[in-house]
């Protein structure tokens, strides 16, 4: 195996291992990192609901398919991620373990029997006899009551029971109309977990029997659906074939069994069977087997104890836009980059509403990836279709575990008027872009684009870090329009003049302009790559970049999640350094960068460099031409590099570790967010006269500890 890449799939687990190394993190809020801890356990599902799955899919067919980087097989492949998970398991646990430990302090704890007083063990049994007894349905397994069907991630108490002629298994659905977390009297943040109680009370369901072990149960099912199989047939709607392809990921095969306690080995067999898993597909774990109840008890907590929670940082009005004035006309003089979480989505929204009630607009086109659930850009867009504008709307009905969501969207929006387009058969839509068209006064069409790294979802706007540009630049709007024109007519664009869109015009291009650094570096010039991404696993982009390295350019990288591509490595990658960034928000936005000051090229976009991304998608990077916007992109690169404090550092072997610096402490995050604040005081400062302005300036001054 060469010494410069990683496997996908073990890079992806090492990323996981620094989101769960946040919910051990002291100086991280108490109940933020259980968040992180519960963040952990839901991506992990999804991991091995997707890539787990596609890869035992492939051992199932005697697949031969080896991976490009590290040359593993499949089956390699899940022996390495079962073994690495085995391992990640205890750490969960301990994590867990130790911040409830400490929220004990504060008076909130999940307690189990041996905790209980009389009185509470009193009430917790009529609570099962009253409120959960007549809602469950229990079953013992035999040979006229078939093994069930388990529904994904649901919990089940399991006993094994004592027969005479064979071990017989019973089970109890854990997961009903009943509340998950169940409060004691008397102590407002004592409780206990449904599941628990109903595995105590298992003799009293089963009275007929002896249990001799018992346990809880969880399992992952498969859910990598395959979408090309499917819409084979040319006659059928893309949309109703989503909704059966929903109905079957529901039933596919299990690929992980998770047990809260040791059962026996008759019972844990007769599980495998009938599950058709294998025991490295087991896992135990004493921590909760589904920590999504950490969201309520969040809400329930967030009031009571604000030192316990990451403190307010609400995003800010950028700085740029006049609020008290329309925004379309301010993007005609001007570039405005928008910065999320830091700055709020609402000036798009507003300038999205704009266009809608705007007599001069002529259409609006836009593709939708995930939007929230009450989506305002929803709105904006039926509003524009009821005004009479042409309203054009791609929505990804592929956009995974959003595929119910956006069938409903997608039938509001035909409701209302507006076209609805699928995209590419062969192709999902991940580019975020918005196209404005409006008939100025002279009476010639002009554009207004939008394009961003993150999608249309004011949720995920204040949770994840992404940038937006909106630009009047006629050039760029030209050839957005060309964009949305191929994927009206079921094209693909095969040249662009200033857009990177894959995937015909995306990776050949990146490919160009890392050219053009290593003949500069050849030339003895200068030559720098600065990239920040989701993801790094395109094995030809890579292998691009280590050449560049061999050839001295300096390239800096800032991967949050998988990069299979292992910095400083002599003789390959020396000149490499990547860190990620794992803090309070996501890290989403793409920013690619090439050439020093002087002849310095500047993308954002919405594409990682994953094969995926570069040529299995339809994506969208902008150049920044504007100096006021990519003076300011810089300065996020930069300060993002600098991070100290959130910031770990790839080593040669593939590791990471925080880094360790005496000078300033960097949190970049931190340092954005009074960034937004400082700007907004300014801001408000310069409208003081104005009341409403006043009183958000005193308002900020607040928040910020000023008087």
């Known amino acids: 195996m060469k010494p410069y890449y990683d496997n996908r799939e073990l890079s992806w687990l090492k990323f996981n291992e620094r989101v769960l190394e946040e919910a051990t993190d002291p100086t991280v809020p108490l109940c933020e990192r259980l968040m992180f801890a519960a963040i952990f356990q839901s991506n992990l599902d999804e991991f091995f609901m997707i890539r787990v799955g596609s890869l035992y899919d492939r051992t199932l ?47 909130v704890e999940q307690v189990n029997f041996r905790q209980l007083s009389k009185d509470e063990e009193s009430f917790l049994k009529a609570y099962f006899t009253a409120e959960i007894l007549p809602l469950i349905s229990p079953q ?165 104890f604000p030192l316990l929670f990451f403190g307010r940082a609400d995003p800010q009005p950028p700085c740029e836009i006049i609020r008290e004035q329309p925004i379309l006309p301010q993007i005609m003089k001007k570039d405005i980059l928008l910065s999320y979480p830091f700055e709020s989505i609402r000036p798009f929204l507003r300038m999205l509403m704009e266009a809608a009630h705007d007599p001069a607009v002529i259409s609006i086109k836009i593709t939708l990836y995930r939007v929230a659930s009450d989506s305002k850009v929803i709105d904006a867009l039926i509003s524009a279709a009821e005004n009479g504008k042409d309203v054009l709307v791609l929505v990804e009905l592929r956009a995974r575990f959003d595929e ?111 050219d053009g650094e290593i003949a500069a570096a050849e030339r003895g010039e200068p030559a720098f790559i600065g990239l920040k991404l989701n993801s790094l696993t395109d094995k030809i982009l890579m292998d691009k970049l280590i050449k560049a390295s061999q050839k001295g350019v300096k390239i800096r990288m800032v991967i949050r999640g998988i990069c299979c591509l292992v910095a400083g490595v002599e003789g390959f990658t020396e000149n490499i350094e990547i860190t990620s960034i794992v803090g309070r928000y996501l890290e989403h936005s793409r920013i690619y960068i090439f050439g020093t000051e002087q002849r310095r090229k500047i993308y954002i976009s919405s594409a990682d460099f994953m094969t995926r991304n570069t040529l299995r998608r339809v994506e969208v990077a902008v150049p920044i031409y504007d100096v006021r916007v990519r003076k300011r992109i810089m300065h996020i690169f930069n300060i993002l590099t600098h991070d100290n404090v959130k910031a770990r550092k790839m080593l040669s072997d593939g590791t990471y570790i925080h880094i360790n610096s005496d000078g300033e402490q960097i949190d970049s995050q931190a340092y954005f967010i009074r960034e937004a604040y400082s700007n907004a005081e300014r801001s408000y400062a310069n409208k003081s006269k104005n009341k409403r302005s006043s009183k958000m300036l005193r308002r900020i001054k607040k928040i910020m500890g000023k008087k």
């Open 61 to 107: 067919v005697g697949s031969a398919e080896r991976d490009n980087k590290t040359d593993m097989t499949c089956a390699e492949q899940l022996d390495a991620i079962f073994s690495r998970a085995a391992e990640l398991a205890p750490m969960r646990d301990d994590a867990y373990r130790g911040i409830m430990s400490e929220l004990e302090k504060h008076g």
């Open 140 to 304: 013992v397994i035999d040979k006229r009551h078939p093994f069930p069907f388990l529904k994904n991630k649901e919990i089940y108490a399991v006993a094994q029971l004592e027969s005479k002629s064979s071990v017989k298994i019973a089970l109890v659905p854990a997961s009903g109309t009943f509340s998950r977390i169940i409060f004691l009297p008397g102590a407002k943040h004592r409780f206990m977990l449904v599941e628990e109680l109903i595995l105590h009370y298992m003799p009293l369901i089963f009275e007929n029997y002896k249990i001799l072990d018992k346990s809880l149960m969880r399992i992952t099912r498969n859910a990598d659906i395959n979408m090309e199989e499917a819409l084979y047939d040319h006659d059928v709607d893309l949309r109703d074939v989503m909704s059966e392809l929903i109905k079957k990921r529901k039933k596919l095969s299990p690929v992980r069994m998770e047990l809260s306690r040791r059962l026996g080995d008759p019972a844990v067999d007769y599980l495998c069977e009938k599950l058709e898993l294998k025991r490295t597909q087991i896992f135990r774990q004493r921590s909760p087997l589904d920590l999504s109840f950490v969201y309520p008890l969040r809400s329930r907590l967030e009031e009571e």
């Open 404 to 514: 119910e969501n956006n069938i409903g969207w997608s039938k509001r929006l035909e409701r209302a008027g507006c076209n609805v387009i699928y995209g590419p058969e062969s192709l999902k839509v991940h580019s975020k872009l918005l196209l404005i068209t409006r008939r100025s006064p002279n009476g010639k069409a002009e554009y207004i684009t939008q394009i961003g790294t993150g999608n249309y979802n004011e949720k995920t706007s204040a949770l994840y870090t992404d940038l937006s540009l909106l630009t009047a630049n006629q050039d760029i709007g030209a050839e957005a329009a060309v964009v949305f024109n191929a994927l009206s007519t079921n094209t693909i664009v095969e040249h662009t003049n200033k857009l990177l869109v894959a995937p015909r015009c995306l990776q050949n291009k990146i490919i160009e302009m890392i």
